[in-house]
């Protein structure tokens, strides 16, 4: 008999032929996270590169290039070499720091050329950084310049003005970087209408104004654009009209009217 108060224990279930008796699982062992250490920062590197013309022509010999530490984006220090025979030019023992950035600078034929930027990320421990430039020969036929394309935006908020505002994009398609043929004359030159007045450039843009035009002195390089933006009023009345003559060539316009009402 089994004594009164106490209770009789459950008889644990026997497995039936070819199950497998349950087990407990074994509680899952939490992995170590693994720690990756940030390389320290050198205390100077080694910056080398090398001037090269675009048509694999050779270059003259000492070439000045400059070589610009910037940190937080405001210039640190700059350093000056000239370039050898080969265009090779190096810097020794360069004064490094936690996310510091470089630029290598040279002039050639009175364009200004820049490699790409050097991160500290890009640096590896016993290699030099190496800081290539590419410099091309410079063409004043501003005339292989496209208008890749030009947008017309007319407003008549003002009652008897148009607003006329234009953005014209500007491509060099060539192998030359288009320059101004003199100081004193211009890349592009847009003329604007005899009538036109309130003359606005945009907020530091490359161009400037002229009597009745807006010009861009900058240097179109291989490849690039160079956007122009100007706006300007004209009077206006239902019998208006008025014409724009662009110096190059472009390839697609679109014409914005607002406020018709």
Same mark, same amino acid.
Request: avoid cysteine.
């Given at each position: ?88 030019? /190096? ?8 996310? /510091? ?50 947008h017309v935006i007319l407003n008549l908020d003002t009652p008897g003005v148009l607003q ?24 592009? /030159? ?48 239902? /019998? ?22």
């Amino acid at each position: 008999e089994t004594p009164a108060g106490s209770e009789t224990p459950e008889a644990s279930e026997t497995p039936e032929a070819g199950e497998t008796p349950q087990t407990s699982e074994t509680p899952s062992v939490s992995e170590t996270p693994v720690v990756t250490e940030t390389p320290a920062v050198p205390a100077t590197i080694n910056v080398a590169g090398k001037v090269s013309l675009s048509g694999g022509e050779a270059l003259p010999a000492g070439l000045v290039v400059a070589l610009q530490a910037y940190d937080n984006m405001q210039l640190a220090f700059t350093l000056s070499t000239t370039t050898g025979a080969d265009g090779s030019y /190096r810097f020794d023992d360069v004064e490094m720091a936690a996310d /510091r950035v470089f630029l290598a600078v040279v002039d050639y034929k009175d364009v200004t050329y820049n490699s790409d930027i050097l991160h500290g990320t890009d640096i590896q421990a016993g290699v030099d950084a190496e800081l290539p430039i590419t410099v091309t020969e410079p063409s004043t036929d501003a005339s292989v310049l496209v208008g890749e394309r030009l947008h017309v935006i007319l407003n008549l908020d003002t009652p008897g003005v148009l607003q006329v505002a234009n953005i014209l994009l500007v491509t060099n398609p060539t192998d030359k970087v288009i320059v101004a043929p003199s100081p004193d004359q211009p890349v592009v /030159r847009i003329a604007l209408p005899e009538s036109a007045g309130n003359l606005q450039l945009e907020e530091g843009g490359m161009v400037t104004a002229e009597t009745n035009a807006v010009v861009s002195f900058e240097p179109v390089a291989p490849g690039a654009s160079q956007q122009i933006e100007y706006m300007y009023d004209l009077p206006y009345d239902t /019998r208006s009209s008025f014409s724009m003559i662009m110096p190059i060539s472009v390839q697609s316009i679109s014409l914005i009217l607002t406020n018709t009402e």
